[in-house]
């Protein structure tokens, strides 16, 4: 069985479940910036080594 414990942030009561969905989506967010971060810059790093 599942708890749902509710937090209390001001004025507003946000269960646990909400918050572990916020995470999740934000860690993917994180992720793929840096990934795409990456391969931009490795992308950028091959090209001077072809024009030299």
Do not use: R
């Amino acid at each position: 069985m599942i708890f749902f414990i509710s937090y209390q942030l001001g004025e507003v009561e946000v269960s646990n479940l909400t918050i572990i969905i916020c995470a999740i989506f934000s860690s993917f967010t994180f992720i793929a910036v840096g990934i795409s971060s990456y391969k931009l810059y490795k992308s950028l790093i091959n090209k001077d080594d072809s024009e030299s």
